[in-house]
């Protein structure tokens, strides 16, 4: 089936800098989606891509589709402490999946006041 | 004011009994899912449905069942069978749209069994 890889797993940073992480997939997917959840909560749509190339923001979360159609990546800016929580990137392909997502395993973030 | 609920919050069981979760939604959205949280681990999907009376296993579908008499309602039975059932249970329903299927997640529910 597919696999969905997502970096790094985790990461400590201070407040005020500027977050990256990816998904890679081993195959093509038609949609991206940028979950976040906190502690004990369901995730959170934050972006969602549609298209290769794409390139959405959400306030200080900036995502993109990458042109090969196998990786997506999410950018922070600025980072608060409310930022905390984990990440996680999820894609669909329509042709082989229907409306099922596969979900990467997700990046914890915490940010260090 | 839409959403999805899921009841309850923390839900406790002792080993041999079957519990039923409940997901609810009022978004008017046709296909419903169920997956399953482990600590520090992805979310790992149980059964889907994508219309009422039809749904479909999906990865780790054994020891679990489900039923779709409603458009939005989609309850989960975590049955005897279920070797390891203590976990965050998450129910997300999706528009079908020809742009994508964006998900939507409840709250969740805490299952510990003993």
């Known amino acids: 089936g597919q696999q969905l890889n997502q970096s790094p797993q985790s990461m400590f940073i201070q407040e005020g800098e500027d977050v990256s992480m990816n998904c890679t997939s081993s195959s093509i997917f038609n949609t991206w989606l940028w979950y976040k959840q906190d502690p004990g909560e369901g995730p959170v749509l934050l972006i969602a891509?549609?298209?290769?190339?794409e390139l959405t923001s959400n306030g200080r979360l900036t995502a993109q589709f990458g042109i090969t159609r196998k990786d997506s990546f999410l950018n922070i800016s600025a980072s608060i402490p409310s930022d905390v929580g984990i990440y996680f990137c999820?894609?669909?392909?329509?042709?082989?999946?229907?409306?099922?997502?596969?979900f990467g395993e997700g990046t914890q973030l915490t940010v260090n006041p | 004011d839409g959403g999805i609920t899921q009841s309850p919050k923390y839900l406790f069981r002792k080993e041999g009994q079957n519990v039923t979760l409940s997901c609810e939604q009022n978004?008017?959205?046709?296909?419903m899912y169920w997956y399953r949280q482990d600590p520090g681990q992805g979310l790992r999907l149980i059964y889907y449905?994508?219309?009422?009376?039809?749904?479909q296993k999906g990865d780790i579908a054994e020891g679990y069942s489900v039923s779709r008499e409603k458009k939005e309602s989609f309850p989960l039975t975590v049955t005897s069978a279920q070797k390891n059932p203590t976990a965050f249970y998450l129910c997300?329903?999706?528009?079908?749209?020809?742009?994508?299927?964006?998900?939507?997640f409840g709250p969740g529910t805490r299952l510990t069994v003993t």
């Open positions: 449905s994508q219309i009422v009376n039809d749904f």
């Open positions: 997300a329903s999706s528009p079908f749209s020809l742009s994508g299927y964006e998900q939507y």
């Open positions: 978004l008017n959205h046709d296909a």
């Open positions: 891509l549609y298209k290769a190339g």
């Open positions: 999820a894609g669909r392909n329509r042709e082989t999946s229907g409306s099922r997502l596969t």
